[in-house]
């Protein structure tokens, strides 16, 4: 192991035995409310040891590596039913699949991952984000209303999902050419006709641009329109991680290595670049734009997000959802009711009808 591996990743003084409470000796977890570990069995609190509010900060992109130590004080489980694999605290004895529902999950003989630099803690705990859930689903306008009614959310779970996020300057230079609609009035026979025109008109420039907290997904487990629709999380201030805070809860393994996520994430700050410039200029066409992007500085944080997975169950279908674990956003799927999908249509058509005879008989 390299030097920068063993800084990064290396965590030697890991001993489960001090997660047991030292007053009755049973298990202890994470509690998001208080952000300190509690005994489950008599109620006792304790600090985690060590700095709390050590921030993380960015490293140089040049250190990115793929691979680094493991977990030591983790294990990895796979769903049998949907194939879901989750790193779970190794104190946890029984495990339900939190994406199916299904009990039907064993311990796998592979690598947990790599150790992430840091973490975002859960600051909600599991009732407010199954309270939160349900009032997801009274909001849902093509929900069936039996649903809306009996919903309840099953086998909640608290999941990290590793991400990366990236910090970038980026100098960008650009040519190309637009279009822009106008109209002209020609008398034809002895009509007036209007005819739409495009005029054509040639771009250049340069554009400097800053990328703060770029996030990108190392896990494909929960689909990122769900993660993008949960954030924003507070990557800014993630935490130095500590074995503690995943005492109770799962995370997601990691399935995108660190280069292969930048890699995205350029293509992500090249389109924002496009669209940037695209705005500098009032046009309807884009006939050609080429953009050259220089990446002058690049900087990483590799750290998990808080996120509860959970589902409700409709009709023998079950339909996950998921809550940000730091502020209680909810996103997810709901059953739709046929009826009010028709009835929606149905009015939607009537108004067409109104306004085309309106437009006739005028």
């Known amino acids: 192991m390299t030097d920068i591996e063993k800084k990064l990743y290396s965590d030697d003084n890991i001993d489960v035995t001090t997660f047991k409470c030292t007053n009755c000796g049973g298990g202890s977890v994470f509690d998001a409310k208080t952000q300190k570990l509690k005994c489950l069995y008599c109620g006792s609190l304790f600090d985690i040891k060590g700095k709390m509010d050590e921030i993380v900060v960015e490293r140089n992109l040049n250190e990115l590596i793929s691979k680094g130590e493991v977990w030591k004080e983790a294990e990895v489980y796979q769903c049998q039913s949907c194939g879901a694999k989750e790193i779970v605290d190794n104190q946890e004895v029984s495990h339900i699949c939190p994406f199916c529902g299904t009990k039907n999950v064993i311990k796998v003989e592979e690598l947990p991952g790599l150790k992430p630099?840091?973490?975002?803690?859960?600051?909600?705990?599991?009732?407010?984000?199954?309270?939160?859930?349900?009032?997801?689903?009274?909001?849902?306008?093509?929900?069936?209303?039996?649903?809306?009614?009996?919903?309840?959310?099953?086998?909640?779970?608290?999941?990290?999902?590793?991400?990366?996020?990236?910090?970038?300057?980026?100098?960008?230079?650009?040519?190309?050419?637009?279009?822009?609609?106008?109209?002209?009035?020609?008398?034809?026979?002895?009509?007036?006709?209007?005819?739409?025109?495009?005029?054509?008109?040639?771009?250049?420039?340069?554009?400097?641009?800053?990328?703060?907290?770029?996030?990108?997904?190392?896990?494909?487990?929960?689909?990122?329109?769900?993660?993008?629709?949960?954030?924003?999380?507070?990557?800014?201030?993630?935490?130095?991680?500590?074995?503690?805070?995943?005492?109770?809860?799962?995370?997601?393994?990691?399935?995108?290595?660190?280069?292969?996520?930048w890699e995205e994430g350029k293509e992500i700050i090249k389109n924002s670049i496009e669209n940037s410039i695209l705005?500098?200029?009032?046009?309807?066409?884009?006939?050609?734009?080429?953009?050259?992007?220089?990446?002058?500085?690049?900087?990483?944080?590799?750290?998990?997000?808080?996120?509860?997975?959970?589902?409700?169950?409709?009709?023998?279908?079950?339909?996950?959802?998921?809550?940000?674990?730091?502020?209680?956003?909810v996103a997810g799927k709901t059953p739709v009711s046929a009826g009010k999908v028709c009835l929606t249509v149905f009015v939607i058509l009537l108004l067409i009808a109104g306004i085309i005879l309106l437009y006739l008989f005028s």
């Open 117 to 261: 630099q840091g973490i975002i803690p859960f600051k909600i705990d599991k009732k407010t984000a199954s309270l939160n859930a349900t009032k997801f689903v009274r909001k849902k306008l093509y929900a069936p209303r039996k649903f809306k009614k009996s919903a309840k959310t099953e086998n909640l779970h608290g999941v990290y999902n590793p991400v990366f996020t990236f910090d970038s300057t980026t100098q960008s230079d650009y040519h190309g050419q637009l279009g822009k609609h106008y109209t002209v009035t020609r008398h034809i026979n002895g009509k007036v006709v209007t005819e739409t025109r495009t005029r054509v008109f040639n771009i250049q420039g340069d554009i400097d641009r800053t990328f703060d907290d770029l996030l990108v997904q190392a896990s494909s487990i929960i689909p990122i329109d769900i993660v993008n629709r949960l954030q924003p999380f507070s990557t800014k201030n993630a935490l130095a991680y500590k074995p503690e805070y995943l005492i109770g809860f799962g995370a997601n393994t990691y399935n995108k290595e660190g280069k292969e996520c």
């Open 279 to 329: 705005k500098r200029y009032n046009y309807d066409v884009k006939y050609s734009l080429s953009v050259n992007t220089k990446f002058l500085s690049a900087s990483y944080k590799y750290i998990l997000v808080p996120i509860y997975v959970g589902n409700y169950r409709y009709r023998n279908k079950i339909y996950n959802f998921f809550v940000n674990g730091e502020n209680g956003k």
